[in-house]
Nanobody, 122 residues
Framework: VQLQASGGGLVQAGGSLRLSCAAS????????MGWFRQPPGKEREFVAA????????SYADSVKGRFTISRDNAKNTMYLQMNMLKPEDTAVYYC????????????????WGQGTLVTVSS
């Protein structure tokens, strides 16, 4: 599975952005997909995850109520709608997929996109 993330950019605090992650290849083998982010000088952290089939989703506490993860199976694309953005949301955002896992542990994801930078100014 190959993943291509897009949609990052510069936005003011309180603004919104929507990230996309297009999947290609053996997409039928995916169980779950997730978004992770790496703030400057920090470790990569979990943001949100979604089952490729069904409605199961999970979020980091820091983004609950502000971010929404979704997917369009027909387009093989996952999205992250980010509202009420804060300067602390500034990070490189990565999408990932797993053939057998949906959750918070980045070590359990098999494939990663190249990352897209989100910068939130105060």
């Amino acid at each position: 599975v190959q993943l291509q993330a897009s949609g990052g950019g510069l936005v003011q605090a309180g603004g919104s952005l929507r990230l996309s992650c297009a999947a290609s290849g053996r997409t039928f083998s995916m169980d779950g997909m997730g978004w992770f982010r790496q703030p400057p000088g920090k470790e990569r952290e979990f943001v949100a995850a979604i089952r490729w089939s069904g409605d199961s989703t999970s979020y980091a506490d820091s983004v609950k109520g502000r971010f929404t993860i979704s997917r369009d199976n027909a387009k093989n694309t996952m999205y992250l709608q980010m509202n009420m953005l804060k300067p602390e949301d500034t990070a490189v955002y990565y999408c990932a997929s797993s053939a057998w896992y949906t959750g918070e542990d980045p070590r359990s994801y098999d494939n990663w996109g190249q990352g897209t930078l989100v910068t939130v100014s105060s």
